[in-house]
Each structure stands twice: as structure tokens, then as C-alpha cells.
């Protein structure tokens, strides 16, 4: 099992590293590839499941938990709102993405 729960990490850790880079590769034109609101959305689905296995093997941490749940829904609208909207994307919502992204990291990592 902790094999499991090893791999689904560096696979929720590699769809936000992909989400982000994909974010900074379009910075430049402010044209979102479609590609991030997947990777984030993965990320999210992952930390979900991730979330399941912890509940079931251990004693999760559930405020932390609740607040990268929170975080990831919140990144995960953001970057379909951004893909929605394409080139129009007002710059709120552009730079909140990878702050949501780099916030979630830090709390996983540092919390």
C-alpha cells in the first residue's frame, strides 16, 4: 500500500509541476494551454484519492486536508475560467493560478 500511496504522490506532485509550467510557458501571451486546467484538474482528482487512502491506512491531517481541497477546487476553477476565456482573461484571475498553485504545494510540503 505504501507503494500505492507513493506513486499517486509523485503523480499529484508532477500534475501541479505541469500545471504550473504549462502557466509559465503561456505567460508571455497570456494564452492558456489547454493542457493546464487538465493537469490541475488531475491534481485535484488525485489529492481526492490520495485523500481516500490516507483516511483508510492512517490518521489523516483533515484541516490540511480541507484547506488544499479548498485550494485545488479554487485552482482548478480558475484555470478553467482562464481556458475559457483565452486571451481575455482578466489578469486577477491569470496570476491567482499559479499562486493557488504554489500556496498548495507549500501547505502540503511545509504544513
Same mark, same amino acid.
Given at each position: 500500500?505504501?507503494?500505492? +500511496?507513493?506513486? +499517486? #504522490?509523485? +503523480? =499529484?506532485?508532477?500534475? !501541479?509541476? #505541469?500545471?504550473?509550467? &504549462? !502557466?509559465?510557458?503561456?505567460?508571455?501571451?497570456? &494564452?492558456?494551454?489547454?493542457?493546464?486546467? =487538465? *493537469?490541475? *484538474?488531475?491534481?485535484?482528482?488525485?489529492?481526492?484519492?490520495?485523500?481516500?487512502?490516507?483516511?483508510? $491506512?492512517?490518521?489523516?491531517? =483533515?484541516?490540511?486536508?480541507?484547506?488544499?481541497?479548498?485550494?485545488?477546487?479554487?485552482?482548478?476553477?480558475?484555470?478553467?475560467?482562464?481556458?475559457?476565456?483565452? /486571451? /481575455? &482573461?482578466?489578469?486577477?484571475? !491569470?496570476?491567482?493560478?499559479?499562486?493557488?498553485?504554489? $500556496?498548495?504545494?507549500?501547505? *502540503? $510540503?511545509?504544513?
Amino acid at each position: 500500500m505504501s507503494i500505492l +500511496l507513493s506513486v +499517486l #504522490v509523485a +503523480l =499529484h506532485l508532477i500534475c !501541479w509541476a #505541469v500545471g504550473l509550467g &504549462t !502557466w509559465v510557458a503561456a505567460a508571455r501571451t497570456r &494564452t492558456p494551454n489547454p493542457g493546464m486546467a =487538465h *493537469a490541475i *484538474a488531475g491534481a485535484l482528482m488525485l489529492g481526492i484519492i490520495l485523500a481516500a487512502l490516507v483516511s483508510v $491506512v492512517g490518521d489523516p491531517n =483533515h484541516m490540511k486536508l480541507g484547506i488544499k481541497l479548498l485550494i485545488g477546487i479554487a485552482a482548478a476553477v480558475l484555470a478553467y475560467i482562464a481556458n475559457r476565456r483565452r /486571451e /481575455e &482573461t482578466p489578469s486577477a484571475v !491569470w496570476f491567482s493560478i499559479p499562486l493557488a498553485i504554489i $500556496v498548495n504545494v507549500f501547505v *502540503a $510540503v511545509l504544513v
